[in-house]
């Protein structure tokens, strides 16, 4: 037998399927690459854990040579400072985790550093801040085309600044963007206009942050960046291989899911849905990739079923079958999974523990 | 301050946004409900658990009548059995969770139900009644329109209903069908002929299933069915609301979620995206309705951002706000939670754990 097949027998008789399955050397060369980009761009790494959402992997990450990390929830962050993670970004607005006290136990533990692109968080994290006797560093979020969070205009950013300035429980950190693909030149501009308005106010951004894993492409390119914030470059994705940040053989994170029903001769049905791959398309056309039947399309999801269409395929998955699929969004995926199965030279070596998942808050 | 208003203040205390709440008085009026359309139909209610994933839950249905319960993963069925729940349809073909002997280490405690529409899966079912030394339960899958799973012709299932009788260890137990909402004449069509292809075979079905909540529309409009499986109607949802088997005082589910960002006049930034409401739009516009600004559109998605369009707004919501949305498709978002908020005269009454989420295989 093949050494995959091997696998896939060693899965289905100690998990059943679906499982999610997380190739070690995969992963240790994505992180490494990670590193090395940045070190190239002369940039601090600091990975964003939302992808994994595992203690084993952050600090994996910080060995590997991150300066520390981002995350996105206040939950998150509470698992990595457990875990003895110190230097944590949280990349968000995080008013209504915050005012539930948890940003206030938690800066009571380690110095943190947030994001704001209002007065309202602004007024949050002070409260936090003051309740524990630390000021909260903070960085203003800054909107350069993605219209998500993040003010609009440098000015903006500099009156934030100034409001961080002035409170004695904030600390004025710098500032954090997360351009479009195309919007560098235009990140410059903002850049450039928001430090020049901040010197006359005698604040220099100790850190300017800049985020996203198809935005690797622009690494280096944002004169003044200090910091990268990349999260699904340690797994990859269908998305990221249409992005073209990765080949097939980047990506560490597999499904494997079952054929439990042929009932024609063109279609089938995978034992894995939406509750397994989530319903994000990431403009693909299909929720994966069937490594075993690359022509075959997942074309829809019930909620436990993925729906098959084989008319492309020259040999067709049988009922019984077990394939590996690359799902489109892995940082959704892994989100819907208690625990990863580690394998190494397809050999099952460990099972990890998805600590962070399901931390809304 | 309204009750809401005190709610609110309680949630963001305890909690923290977002939040998953439930009313637990409108969870009590739609299990009746649900029980009285069996009821007057002449069926069996055999609710789905697949939305709630509630032991507490299963047992207050089954209390107010329901025969049994559905599950659709074979490790749902463990938690249930486990709250001593015996009476248990999976109701899908279950051959990558059965190989790895979990089937048969279940089928060791109660007599299941399960279902099929190939011989694969009948193998696989033999094989963990063997092992188990009690026959397993079967229905035969039928599809008369959604192209998911199940035989497509009467033929079809009358042959594998042989082969059922054929095997020692299982044990032919009905049909099973989930039409699609116009498909109930093709239904009933599709039963008489194997009804009378099986009485040929002095086999005589006893369970005749038919499932989904929006086609409680049609229940008792099949002649010779059973019983019938439904799974949102207890928490109700927006695509429940579009198909005109609900109103917005039936949704017993509610996201509590705060406004962080309003970056401009017509834009916001909910603190939960796709990692709370999942992508699924359900063919809606928009990704859920938000109680206090129905004209708001939450037209977009990122993992932890949702995003406000509030052009049609008359008031708009602030930063700081906490605003109360009743989600798309409800079956899939309290999948993304650990727990629940129980709420009962807007009050806190308790937590309960979604016991049954995440359980994959």
Chains 1, 2 share one sequence.
Not at 84 to 104: M, P, Y
Not at 257 to 267: F, L
Request: charged fraction near 25%.
């Amino acid at each position: 037998m093949a050494t995959t097949d091997v696998l896939k027998q060693e899965i289905i008789e100690r998990f059943g399927t679906p499982c999610a399955v997380m190739d070690l050397d995969v992963v240790d060369r994505n992180i490494k690459r990670l590193q090395s980009l940045c070190d190239e761009a002369g940039l601090a790494n600091r990975p964003h854990i939302k992808t994994h959402k595992s203690t084993f992997l952050a600090k994996r990450q910080i060995k590997a040579g991150a300066v520390g990390i981002t995350c996105q929830k206040l939950g998150e962050a509470e698992v990595m400072v457990d875990a003895g993670i110190e230097d944590i970004l949280i990349a968000t607005n995080i008013i209504g985790a915050a005012r539930s006290g948890k940003l206030a136990k938690l800066q009571e533990r380690v110095p943190l550093k947030v994001c704001a692109d209002n007065p309202v968080s602004l007024e949050t994290y002070a409260e936090a801040g003051r309740s524990a006797g630390r000021p909260v560093r903070v960085l203003i979020e800054c909107d350069t085309g993605q219209r998500r969070s993040g003010v609009e205009t440098p000015n903006e950013a500099i009156t934030l600044a100034k409001i961080v300035c002035d409170d004695p429980w904030l600390e004025f950190a710098g500032l954090m963007f997360y351009p479009p693909l195309d919007g560098w030149p235009a990140t410059q501009s903002f850049l450039d206009t928001a430090k020049d308005g901040l010197a006359s106010l005698n604040l220099i951004p100790e850190i300017i942050s800049t985020g996203g894993t198809p935005n690797l492409k622009n690494i280096g390119t944002l004169d003044g960046a200090t910091e990268h914030r990349s999260g699904t470059l340690i797994f990859n994705d269908r998305m990221m291989i249409a992005a073209g940040v990765a080949e097939v053989q980047d990506c560490a994170l597999r499904i494997f899911t079952s054929v439990v029903s042929r009932a024609s001769d063109n279609r089938g049905i995978l034992d894995a849905g939406s509750k397994t791959f989530t319903s994000d398309l990431g403009g693909l056309e299909g929720y994966g990739l069937i490594l075993e039947h690359p022509t075959a399309q997942i074309h829809k999801m019930a909620e436990e079923h993925g729906f098959l269409e084989l008319s492309e395929c020259d040999k067709r998955p049988e009922i019984g079958d077990i394939v590996r699929v690359i799902p489109n969004h892995v940082c959704v995926v892994v989100n819907m999974f208690d625990q990863l199965v580690v394998v190494n030279e397809n050999r099952i070596a460990d099972v990890l523990s998805v600590e962070a998942r399901g931390l809304l808050v």
